[in-house]
Antibody
Framework: QVQLQESGPGLVTPSETLSLTCAVS???????????WGWFRQPPGKGLEWIAA???????NYNPSLKSRVTISADTSKNQFSLKFNSMTAADTAVYYC???????????WGQGILVTVSS | DIQMTQSPSTLSASVGERVTITCRSS??????LAWYQQKPGKAPQILIY???SLESGVPSRFSGSASGTEFTLTIDSLQPDDSASYYC?????????FGQGTKVEIK
């Protein structure tokens, strides 16, 4: 059974860069051409927003509204993928999730989420 | 970007009632739509994919349908455990987008 686990700081100072990692177990992030691995976020009390995704071959896609501030990457040797989000502001306070998308079948597996608060 | 317009934003229904949530896409997404259930403090869980395919392990009282650019999630015989927020998501292409969500409350 595939499992995803987010890790990173729970508190970030305004203007800093957020670095998050999603460790994957039970599956290989480079193992299937039908997978995308993605990052999402959800501000407190609000809806879900897609941030970025990376394919098994390392091709990337970004939310146009966030693209200038975000980088997604993968480390196949550690079977994990990461998100860097620069110039953080209070508006970026949210629960950040990683998830696996299977072609045609949606986001079937999610991490538990990590709350990131942006505050001085 | 494809916009997903979901309604209603909240609904309140009694146990045993039939509940319907609608999502409309701003352009054709074929059947590339999923529905998720999210309970407070938890990650979303997929219910339906490809508009009408029930995810393994999901109770059969949940169903999805599509007509053009209008998509519907139906909960037959609402149960107390169904109290949650529900989101649609299109994955026809990038950027992936979600509906605004529907909060379902039990009367």
């Amino acid at each position: 059974q595939v499992q995803l686990q987010e890790s990173g700081p729970g508190l970030v100072t305004p203007s800093e860069t957020l670095s998050l990692t999603c460790a994957v177990s039970g599956d290989s992030i480079s193992g299937s051409s039908t997978y995308h691995w993605g990052w999402f976020r959800q501000p407190p009390g609000k809806g879900l927003e897609w941030i970025a995704a990376i394919s098994h071959r390392g091709s990337t896609n970004y939310n146009p509204s966030l693209k200038s501030r975000v980088t997604i990457s993968a480390d196949t040797s550690k079977n994990q993928f990461s998100l860097k989000f620069n110039s953080m502001t209070a508006a970026d306070t949210a629960v950040y999730y990683c998830a696996r998308h299977v072609y045609g079948a949606g986001l079937g597996h999610w991490g538990q989420g990590i709350l990131v608060t942006v505050s001085s | 970007d494809i916009q997903m317009t979901q309604s209603p934003s909240t609904l309140s229904a009694s146990v045993g009632e039939r509940v319907t949530i609608t999502c409309r896409s701003s352009q054709s997404i074929s059947s590339w739509l999923a529905w998720y259930q999210q309970k407070p403090g938890k990650a979303p869980q997929i219910l339906i994919y490809k508009a009408s395919s029930l995810e393994s392990g999901v109770p059969s009282r949940f169903s999805g349908s599509a007509s053009g650019t209008e998509f519907t999630l139906t909960i037959d015989s609402l149960q107390p455990d169904d109290s949650a927020s529900y989101y649609c998501q299109q994955y026809s292409g990038f950027p992936w987008t979600f509906g605004q969500g529907t909060k379902v409350e039990i009367k």
